[in-house]
Every structure is written in C-alpha cells, then in structure tokens.
C-alpha cells in the first residue's frame, strides 16, 4: 500500500500562510528551574536525532544479509545552540542540574512548536542533560550549547491537539 501524502492544508489558514517551516517559524521551549515548559529565546539553532538499532541476519551459504532485522529504538539526541545571555545560561534556561542537584534530578520534557499555526512539532520527553558548552571569541557573541538525551520523539503526527504525544490511537502514551 502506498503511502497517503498528508493533507497540505495550513492548519490556521489565513492569507500569507505558507507550508514550509523555516527557523524563524520553530520555537523552542525548555524547563525552567521549576520543570515549566519557558520560551528559550537565546537558542539559534536545535537540531534532533533518533534512530534504530538492527541486526543483519546472516545464514551458512549466503554471501549477504537474509533480512535486517530492528532490535531496539535508540534514545533520542537533541542539541540546542545559541548565543549567552548574562543571567541566562544553561543551569537557568535548560535546566542542566548542579552538582548538589544531581541525586534528586528528574527528566525534562523539550517542545519545539510553530509559531505561525501554533502546532507542535517536536515533543522529546524522558530528556536529560548530557553536556554544556560556552565558547567565548574575540570579536563575536559567545555561543552556548546544551545537549540532552532522551527517551521518545513524537512529532505532529503523533501528538494531540494540545501538544501531549500519543500512541497514533489518541491515547497518553509512555513515558
């Protein structure tokens, strides 16, 4: 069966409305201190990567691969870069923990969301920090970069109409 093309309609409508999402469209929202989904306004750049773990089932006689076979859904990365603000670096604004924080910490939960329509377009939930790097040049803004692992990627597709992921059936679904 071939695949259905979704319907290409802007979700909002309104003259102007275009299809393509660009950069200046994708807002991201991180945890505050207190795990509230905040505006992040200082990120330029956020980029996303998940995939699958598989296995090449080899037989005696055969010189290639029977079938590839998927084992597992890999945690999903989430890198988010931009410039530093003075009282908003990362401990602030993504939430990376202190060390004194670090036996109590809980995961995060990151939204990237289009600001034309309003629609969510990438929930990661189950995220924790894994790095945070500054970088501090003569004659350029200082860059900040924070990156996080997670556990699950839904996109549009896979989320309600508030933003929350589902299993596709319209039901909550883990974690």
């Given at each position: ?152 990627a839904f996109d549009e597709s896979t989320t309600d109409s508030s933003g929350n992921p589902t299993d596709g059936e319209g039901t909550p679904s883990w974690p």
């Amino acid at each position: 069966m071939a695949a259905q093309l979704p319907n290409l309609k802007p979700t909002n409508g309104g003259p102007g409305q275009t299809y393509t999402v660009t950069g200046g469209r994708a807002q991201l929202y991180l945890p505050d201190q207190s795990g509230n989904l905040v505006l992040a306004g200082v990120f330029d750049t956020v980029s996303r990567g998940k995939g699958l773990s598989t296995e090449a089932i080899h037989t005696l006689g055969q010189y290639s691969a029977r079938e590839i076979t998927i084992t597992a859904y890999n945690e999903v990365t989430i890198n988010c870069s931009g410039f530093r603000v003075v009282g908003a670096g990362t401990t602030v604004l993504g939430n990376f923990p202190t060390l004194a924080e670090l036996l109590n910490y809980q995961s995060v939960v990151i939204k990237v969301v289009d600001r034309q329509t309003g629609d969510t377009l990438l929930v990661v939930t189950g995220c924790v920090p894994t790095s945070d790097n500054e970088n501090y040049s003569a004659k350029a803004t200082t860059k900040t970069s924070i990156s996080y692992t997670g556990i699950a990627a839904f996109d549009e597709s896979t989320t309600d109409s508030s933003g929350n992921p589902t299993d596709g059936e319209g039901t909550p679904s883990w974690p």
